[in-house]
């Protein structure tokens, strides 16, 4: 089943913004498990920093006799025997000396771990800091430091203990709030993608409106007269005889459909933004003149009252502005069976149309300005093209109805100075 462009555009938009929230989420995701390993190595680093201290601390009350035998008895007399972190020291493997455990079980973890670590510092002779697993369902960070005996050889090793349930507990809150900022970035990300996925498709999406827009009105507008004008062909085609009577109306609605069309042209130009306004001084009042005197009346009586005015204006425009606004009191400003009577007046900058038809509601006044809402079965175009023109300039169109009956049309320029 086929889409149309709109849909189209509507899928465009949320692939970009899921395009552009995937993207940004996964950066933050990066970000994120930098910054929580981070963390993690950082309060690492302070566990066993203060485990350092300690090791270091007791390395310097083991003491070695002059037969080399290491003797651990100071330790016990140090007031870190009873406080955290605890710590042990350990013989390496064949027991040189008797295994030393400060009193305070600050960090409970099978001796077994310890004494494993011990024999490890001493083969390698290097510091060793890590997780093992407590006596509970916690895990204990230690730290093993080997010394050395007078033969300079690995003796043993000091192990120090210490409980990470308060660092590990910080970090845990750590992550989860740096998991929530996350959501919210990343929520608020997608938000920001989708504003500026509509703010970069909208160019698209307005030509797109308008080019279908203009499409259903060339429609709309030509279906009545293209039907108008076949009917006319079929007739004069079957009776020849009518054709001297049927000639004449087939090329008004003819000349009908070209001015449909050029003032849709004119729609589609001023709405796209490209219609280059030649803004000139202008003789309103001349300008009027000469458009009553070109507009064929039809039987219908135009009264035009007129004052010496000048404004700012592209002439083609408001001439074809001013036309439009005639034709329409022409067509529809009369009562049934009874010939138009327009009256038009142009003073300060204003051209005022008035005519003696049923009036226009005033609920939908501003309406009869939009597309296929004209209120009287025509398209609106025409009045449409008036607004547009009339902004286009920098003035104004208003519609009322007059006290005695009929609707009044005041299109306003600026003045020239």
Not at 60 to 73: F, S, W
Not at 112 to 140: D, Q
Not at 202 to 217: G, V
Not at 242 to 259: E, I, Q, W, Y
Request: net charge negative; hydrophobic share 45%; aromatic share 6%.
């Amino acid at each position: 089943m086929t889409t149309s462009a709109a849909a189209r555009l509507r899928r465009l938009r949320w692939l970009l913004t899921v395009l552009f929230t995937a993207l940004n989420a996964a950066g933050l995701l990066v970000l994120a498990w930098l910054f929580a390993e981070q963390d993690r190595a950082q309060g690492e680093l302070r566990l066993d920093a203060e485990l350092k201290q300690v090791t270091a601390a007791v390395s310097r009350l083991v003491q070695q006799q002059d037969d080399g035998t290491i003797v651990t008895g100071f330790a016990s007399q140090d007031p870190m025997d009873t406080s955290c972190p605890e710590f042990a020291v350990l013989p390496a493997a064949g027991g040189a000396f008797e295994p030393h455990f400060s009193r305070r079980d600050c960090a409970p973890v099978d001796q077994g771990y310890l004494h494993g670590l011990a024999r490890e510092a001493t083969a390698s002779g290097k510091f060793i800091e890590g997780y093992v697993p407590g006596t509970g369902n916690g895990v204990v960070r230690v730290v093993a430091q080997p010394f050395l005996n007078k033969a300079g050889q690995y003796a043993g090793a000091i192990i120090a203990a210490s409980d990470p349930a308060a660092e590990l507990s910080r970090h845990r809150n750590v992550v989860l709030w740096t998991i929530g900022g996350c959501v919210l970035l990343v929520a608020a990300v997608g938000m920001a993608g989708h504003l500026l996925s509509g703010r970069a498709i909208r160019p698209a999406a307005m030509a797109l409106e308008q080019q279908e827009m203009l499409l259903a009105e060339t429609a709309h507008d030509l279906r009545t007269p293209v039907a108008a004008l076949r009917a006319l062909a079929e007739t004069a085609w079957r009776n020849p005889a009518d054709r001297p009577d049927l000639l004449p109306r087939t090329v008004r609605l003819a000349a009908r459909m070209g001015s449909i069309i050029d003032d849709l042209l004119v729609r589609a130009r001023l709405a796209a933004g490209v219609e280059t306004l030649a803004i000139q001084p202008v003789w309103l009042d001349q300008l009027v003149a000469g458009v009553v005197g070109e507009t064929p009346a039809a039987g219908a009586q135009v009264t035009v009252t007129t004052a010496p005015t000048k404004v700012n204006a592209d002439p083609g425009l408001v001439q074809r502005a001013v036309g439009n606004l005639l034709d329409n009191a022409l067509r529809y400003g009369r009562q049934p069976g009874a010939p138009a009577i327009v009256h038009i007046t142009v003073a300060g900058g204003r051209v005022t149309v008035a005519d003696h038809g049923p009036g226009i509601d005033a609920s939908v006044a501003e309406e009869s300005f939009d597309r296929f809402t004209s209120g009287a079965g025509s398209s609106g175009l025409g009045l449409s093209i008036v607004r547009w023109t009339a902004q286009a300039h920098g003035g104004f169109l208003r519609v009322y109805n007059a006290e005695e009956g009929g609707a009044i049309f005041e299109l306003a320029f600026p003045l020239a100075e």
